[in-house]
């Protein structure tokens, strides 16, 4: 069995039939590298939407303890307990 990909092209005129065959095997392996880097990129993409949204969550609870004073107060009332 051949690792080459060929694209066939048939055109009939009179009574005759002329066959092209044309080898398209390194448009066929630049598209398996681009298939393979879309999927790579789109799992990039989604592990940094992750750390992204767990950083904002954090900052975001950060934040909340320092300007809140009703957390501060509790925070002080309540140092055992860690936020």
């Given at each position: 069995?051949?690792?080459?990909?060929y694209?066939?092209?048939?055109?009939?005129?009179?009574?005759?039939?002329?066959?092209?065959?044309?080898?398209?095997?390194?448009?066929?392996?630049?598209?398996?590298?681009?298939?393979?880097?879309?999927?790579?990129l789109?799992?990039a993409?989604?592990?940094?939407?992750?750390f992204?949204?767990?950083?904002?969550h954090?900052?975001?609870?950060?934040?909340l303890t320092?300007?809140?004073?009703?957390?501060?107060s509790?925070?002080?009332?309540?140092?055992?307990r860690?936020?």
């Amino acid at each position: 069995m051949s690792d080459r990909t060929y694209f066939n092209l048939v055109a009939r005129f009179g009574d005759g039939v002329l066959v092209w065959f044309i080898d398209i095997t390194a448009h066929k392996h630049t598209e398996l590298v681009l298939q393979r880097q879309e999927i790579a990129l789109r799992e990039a993409d989604r592990r940094k939407d992750e750390f992204l949204a767990m950083l904002a969550h954090e900052l975001l609870g950060k934040i909340l303890t320092v300007s809140d004073p009703r957390v501060e107060s509790e925070c002080r009332a309540h140092p055992h307990r860690r936020r």
